[in-house]
T-cell receptor, first 113, second 112 residues
Framework: EAQVTQNPRYLITVTGKKLTVTCSQN?????MSWYRQDPGLGLRQIYY???????DKGDVPEGYKVSRKEKRNFPLILESPSPNQTSLYFC????????????FGNGTRLTVT | GDSVTQMEGPVTLSEEAFLTINCTYT??????LFWYVQYPGEGLQLLLK?????DKGSNKGFEATYRKETTSFHLEKGSVQVSDSAVYFC???????????FGTGTQLKVEL
């Protein structure tokens, strides 16, 4: 089954403790992206990647890192999480970086205390 | 910059009622327009899209027409079902990095 898989689904952590949210897609998509969803703000793009070893900032990249060493994986790294990063995070992928529809994972709900 | 404005929810309807969710946008260039749907506990799924002016996107009984003159892409369905209860997001992209600009989402609740 074609899908985007995120792990974990739920994560509670404390301020400053490094964490990684994994994202993997099995559709051989070139493009991958991370969004955060907050009430009243919709979804905002954090980082995106047009292909392996190519990443770029979205609208709200501060406090996040990403890497794209393999085509299928695009982990989101929070080196020193803070409470304002409490949010619902979505990974998405698409065949190419232009116009093709995005496929979303089921989300990771992160709480930073 | 690009932006999308959606009507605020929640919208509560009775089953078989007519649905309209308003969406207007501002964008540089000629955007493609999308409606995504998010069911409880799930990620977003593409519902329909339109890539140029006067195009009509349709899927699962939902429709939206790309109106360049009014910069709108309103979502409509003639007869909603309980299973349509979800959050609906209007979005656009002007290409180049496939970055979607989303509206804030409209929650729809359909009751028997």
């Amino acid at each position: 089954e074609a899908q985007v898989t995120q792990n974990p689904r739920y994560l509670i952590t404390v301020t400053g403790k490094k964490l990684t949210v994994t994202c993997s897609q099995n559709m051989n998509h070139e493009y991958m992206s991370w969004y955060r969803q907050d009430p009243g703000l919709g979804l905002r793009q954090i980082y995106y990647s047009m292909n392996v070893e190519v990443t770029d900032k979205g609208d709200v990249p501060e406090g996040y890192k990403v890497s794209r060493k393999e085509k299928r994986n695009f982990p989101l790294i929070l080196e020193s999480p803070s409470p304002n990063q409490t949010s619902l995070y979505f990974c998405a992928s698409s065949l190419t970086g232009d116009w093709s529809p995005l496929h979303f994972g089921n989300g990771t709900r992160l709480t930073v205390t | 910059g690009d932006s999308v404005t959606q009507m605020e929810g929640p919208v509560t309807l009775s089953e078989e009622a007519f649905l309209t969710i308003n969406c207007t946008y501002t964008a540089t260039g000629y955007p493609s327009l999308f409606w995504y749907v998010q069911y409880p506990g799930e990620g977003l799924q593409l519902l329909l899209k339109a890539t140029k002016a006067d195009d009509k996107g349709s899927n699962k009984g939902f429709e939206a027409t790309y109106r360049k003159e009014t910069t709108s892409f309103h979502l409509e369905k003639g007869s909603v079902q309980v299973s349509d209860s979800a959050v609906y997001f209007c979005a656009l992209t002007t290409g180049g990095g496939n970055k979607l600009t989303f509206g804030t989402g409209t929650q729809l609740k359909v009751e028997l």
